[in-house]
């Protein structure tokens, strides 16, 4: 019986991306919760995992060569999970390559830019009072989010998926379409974006990670008060280099 991967996790886009994929590809794997909010993604561990202080991070028992492979960044799990299952990544070398290109699309693109619009609209007002720079990068990141929808929304015109068959790169892009209430976007624009996300969500491979993730989070002790609220803040803003 194969060894379970153990997957360094908390439920955010990112962390998503990984427990879909394991569950798609039926790989064993146990779940070791980061909690981003107190600040377990600097603890030495699990630096000694992913020295970017950043999660998911995995290890496989039974790496490529039988020896155990830790390896960190979301994109490179999902090529390693790939590859390592011959699933999700297209049979020849042109569709791999088409995939590579939307997941690398969503890592240097769609992730950041939607991390910084869900910041300055739904985070920065509580860390700064300077309105003029909170409203320059609302608008600025919005602005740039939208955009990158309108491109998902072409690639998408007569296509249910990014790349050919199903694959790592729909499982990378969907769970940062999900949050688009966040982004100000209205999803009815984007009517290749919609259906496209509700063929994923209907996936029942899809519903058991996402289920994952609200398990990992009823196990933690968040706190809800105003004191916990600012401590995290200051945990996940708060970074400079160590």
Request: neutral net charge.
């Amino acid at each position: 019986m194969a060894q379970p991967i153990q997957l360094h996790f908390w439920p955010t886009p990112n962390g998503h991306k990984i427990t879909i994929a394991l569950e798609e590809l039926g790989l064993p794997y146990e779940v070791h919760p980061v909690n981003i909010g107190k600040g377990d993604q600097f603890k030495p561990d699990f630096l000694q995992l992913s020295p970017n202080n950043r999660m998911p991070a995995i290890v496989d028992p039974e790496g490529p060569d039988g020896q155990p492979i830790s390896i960190f960044e979301s994109g490179a799990i999902l090529q390693y999970l790939a590859r390592k299952s011959g699933q999700l990544y297209g049979s020849d070398e042109r569709t791999r390559i088409e995939v590579d290109q939307w997941l690398f699309w969503q890592m240097a693109g769609l992730g950041p830019m939607s991390g910084q619009a869900n910041h300055f609209r739904n985070y920065a007002p509580a860390v700064t009072s300077d309105q003029r720079h909170i409203a320059y990068g609302a608008i600025r990141y919005s602005n740039e989010v939208h955009r990158l929808y309108g491109v998902l929304n072409k690639r998408l015109e007569g296509r249910e998926y990014l790349a050919g068959d199903y694959s790592i790169a729909d499982i990378a892009n969907w769970p940062w379409v999900s949050p688009w209430k966040g982004m100000g976007i209205d999803i009815d624009e984007f009517p290749n974006i919609a259906a496209w996300y509700a063929r994923i969500e209907a996936r029942e491979a899809v519903k058991r990670a996402l289920a994952k993730g609200e398990e990992v989070k009823r196990g933690a002790n968040l706190g809800d008060s105003g004191a916990d609220a600012e401590a995290q803040r200051r945990i996940l803003f708060g970074q400079r280099a160590r």
